[in-house]
């Protein structure tokens, strides 16, 4: 991944399981040593400027239950059918789980439930998605949270966590290009009569930096002209939609599909 990504790299549990269903991607600064992997579990040491390190285990159970040892509803109120009202033997296995580890779930944000079968006619939604921390990290990270997010294509919510720290800047502002110009008719042309126009050919690296510039007002021109607010547009339709599959997540069997 360095070599296509400058910065980036990543980690998974290939190695144990192959089909890999674990990767962890990070960017520099941070640094990611693995410490030990499985086909259910990777746990890494992360290393993050101005703070202290920790470890972080990614966990992706098996859907075989003779291949796991727990299960990711701890209690019946991570269902959400009402008359699941007891807690199962596999609820207190892994209950007693987290208190021998002594995790707790991070505070956090979004939807009561995580996961949904996506089945308009018999909705069910449960909790089996958690971000755990110990009394130590959370000294550590005394303002660490956890935020679920609308599921969008998955069946599952992501997470992300925050640390509540200030990172180093990483460098400049990176070039944005716009890919969905390249598919409009005249973008081939704008760039061939832009490139002429902007003068003869580049020897210096002056003159290519202004011939770029003057491509850059012209695709911002094409951008306007052509597809004012799209991204805005797409924006809002995103947003209105992360609201439904909340509402849905928290009420599956009243909120219309």
């Not at 991607?25 to 040593?33: D, E, L, R, T, Y």
């Not at 995580?114 to 130590?136: C, F, G, V």
């Not at 925050?162 to 944005?176: E, H, N, R, V």
């Not at 126009?197 to 007002?217: D, F, Y």
């Amino acid at each position: 991944m360095a070599k296509l990504c400058f910065g980036w790299n990543y980690a998974s549990n290939h190695q144990s399981d192959e089909d890999g269903r674990i990767i962890l991607i990070w960017k520099a600064p941070a640094v990611v040593n693995v410490l030990h992997q499985s086909r259910q579990s990777l746990t890494c040491e992360v290393i993050l400027p101005l703070c202290p390190p920790f470890c972080y285990t990614m966990i992706y159970a098996s859907n075989i239950s003779a291949e796991r040892s727990d299960l990711w509803i701890v209690d019946h109120r991570e269902h959400s059918l009402a008359h699941i009202d007891t807690t199962t033997s596999p609820m207190s296995d892994f209950r007693d789980c987290l208190d021998q580890l002594g995790v707790f779930d991070l505070r956090y944000q979004g939807p009561t439930f995580s996961w949904s079968n996506h089945q308009p006619t018999m909705p069910i939604a449960k909790k089996l998605d958690r971000l755990l921390i110990n009394d130590m990290a959370l000294q550590s990270f005394p303002d660490a949270s956890a935020n679920f997010l609308p599921p969008l294509t998955s069946d599952h919510c992501p997470c992300i966590l925050s640390l509540a720290i200030t990172l180093p800047s990483a460098g400049s502002k990176p070039f944005k290009f716009l890919n969905y110009l390249s598919k409009h008719p005249n973008f081939l042309q704008v760039v061939f009569e832009t490139w002429v126009q902007a003068g003869s050919a580049s020897h210096t690296l002056t003159s290519l930096c202004w011939k770029l510039k003057c491509l850059k007002n012209a695709l911002r021109t094409l951008n306007r002209d052509n597809f004012s607010k799209i991204q805005e547009r797409v924006n809002d339709t995103n947003n209105l939609l992360q609201c439904l599959q909340v509402q849905a997540l928290q009420k599956p069997f009243t909120t219309p599909l």
